[in-house]
């Protein structure tokens, strides 16, 4: 597609509930990245793939979270047993080669755990 | 760890007004540096960006930065705003060869008043 699409665009769950959040990249771009932007903040790195391969998942807060790319286009962001310090919006971004060459970022998912 | 300073979480200004948004990181080594914009309701966009050379880069909408190395610093300028540049600016850097996440500092909201 044209640009990084995101869905759902907002997502309300109750504490303890699992979700997953789906994000479609650009056609060809090989690397795809995770983020989360609490209010007030910055976007925190949360996790990278090089196609299907995973390759950092230092910024993961928690065993909660988990991201997977298996055929190397769609990416799932799942969490766990929501927690309420889970509520940020959950931004997906994808290039066409490493982090320098920049990002294209979606519109985001905004998570609220209630 | 690297980490962007953004020294102004709030600015406003007046129409016509000169613009300078600061932005220091803490790395010492070769890095790549961003200045992305989110207007309201809209997903994170590329303002311009530095790999080398020339430490002027000019980006879109009239927007420049100056990388001096020596200072560790990456500022946004412009020099007169419209109402229209009312957004939230983020820097962010990336390590050459050093993995591909790119870290944001915790943005400047500019409120550009008629």
């Known amino acids: 597609g044209a640009g990084v699409s995101q869905s759902p665009r907002y997502k309300v769950a109750k504490r303890g509930q699992d979700v997953a959040l789906r994000c479609d990249p650009i056609?060809?771009?090989?690397?795809l990245f995770w983020y989360q932007q609490a209010l007030g903040q910055g976007p925190e790195f949360l996790t990278y793939f090089q196609n299907e391969a995973q390759l950092d998942k230092s910024g993961l807060p928690s065993d909660r979270f988990f991201a997977e790319r298996p055929e190397g286009s769609v990416s799932t962001l799942k969490i766990q047993r929501t927690q309420q310090e889970d509520s940020a919006v959950y931004l997906c971004a994808s290039s066409p080669g490493g982090g320098n060459y920049g990002y294209t970022f979606g519109s985001g998912t905004r998570l609220t755990v209630v | 760890a690297q980490s962007v300073s953004q020294h102004n979480h709030h600015v406003i200004l007046s129409e016509a007004a000169s613009l300078e948004l600061g932005c220091n990181y803490s790395y010492g080594g070769t890095v790549n540096l961003f200045w992305y914009v989110q207007y309201p309701g809209q997903h994170l966009q590329l303002l311009l960006k530095?790999?080398?050379?020339?430490?002027l880069v000019k980006g879109i909408k009239g927007f420049e930065a100056e990388f001096i190395k020596s200072k560790f610093s990456f500022n946004l300028r412009k020099p007169s705003v419209q109402w229209s540049d009312t957004a939230e600016y983020f820097c962010?850097?990336?390590?050459?060869?050093?993995?591909?996440?790119?870290?944001f500092g915790t943005g400047t909201q500019l409120k550009v008043e008629l």
């Open positions: 530095y790999f080398s050379g020339d430490p």
């Open positions: 962010a850097v990336v390590l050459t060869g050093g993995g591909n996440k790119l870290t």
């Open positions: 056609s060809g771009h090989v690397s």
